[in-house]
């Protein structure tokens, strides 16, 4: 099972760019990188999520290098209502999944 | 598209009581799963169904701790008796299938205070 490793938290101010990296050293061949965004008193949300490379929605982007040892969400031109938790898990592709929800970084955008 | 409805949403019961909490997932998933989200800390997956059979169990702690998923729809999870360090936030979340490229939907979750 691939832990990963997040800052506990970020600050960043309304209209910019927020990269939020994790690590995950023992990523296996077949594990996909999802990203998670909770608000207080609410269950979290689905942001993201990837193999390789680079995914872009239409919130974020994820960008995953090609040793896939770690993982950057980027969050556009972020606002308050952006302020939350952001989980990044690894998540196994087939039958059995095995996950694990770290601690998550706080994310707090100041106007 | 109606969403992850779970009941009650708060609770408060005293140590050594039972409480039980209920998810309906959204139609059509098949995996539904329990987490158990302490105060500071990401959500702790307790029970992983797919349909109304378990497939991971292992952080569930079975002395204290059930949870059922008859005719694979609904589900139920109970603590008895309740201890404090039980005091949490109960997600209930469900997908269409289970591993990576899954999304998990949640509910809003139910608050149980433990005194």
């Known amino acids: 099972l691939a832990k990963t490793t997040q800052p506990i938290s970020m600050d960043s101010y309304e209209g910019q760019e927020v990269n939020i990296t994790c690590s995950h050293n023992n990523i296996a061949t077949n594990d996909y990188i999802t990203w998670y965004q909770q608000f207080p008193s609410q269950g979290p949300r689905f942001i993201i999520q990837g193999y390789k490379t680079k995914v872009t929605n239409e919130v974020a982007s994820l960008f995953i290098p090609a040793d896939r040892k770690s993982s950057t969400l980027s969050l556009p031109r972020v606002s308050l209502s952006d302020t939350a938790v952001y989980y990044c898990?690894?998540?196994?592709?087939?039958?059995?999944?095995?996950?694990?929800f770290g601690s998550g970084t706080k994310l707090n955008v100041k106007p | 598209e109606a969403g992850v409805a779970q009941s009650p949403r708060y609770k408060i019961i005293e140590k050594r009581q039972s409480v039980a909490f209920w998810c309906n997932p959204i139609s059509g998933h098949a995996t539904l799963y329990w987490y158990q989200q302490i105060l500071g800390q990401g959500p702790k997956l307790l029970i992983q169904?797919?349909?109304?059979?378990?497939?991971?169990d292992s952080q569930l702690p079975k002395d204290r701790f059930s949870a059922e998923r008859l005719k694979g729809v609904d589900s139920t999870l109970k603590i008895q008796p309740a201890k404090l360090e039980d005091s949490a936030v109960y997600l209930c979340?469900?997908?269409?299938?289970?591993?990576?490229?899954?999304?998990?939907?949640f509910g809003p979750g139910t608050r149980l205070t433990v005194l």
């Open positions: 169904f797919q349909n109304n059979g378990v497939v991971d």
């Open positions: 979340a469900s997908s269409l299938g289970r591993g990576g490229g899954n999304e998990q939907f």
């Open positions: 898990l690894v998540e196994e592709l087939y039958n059995f999944n095995k996950f694990y």
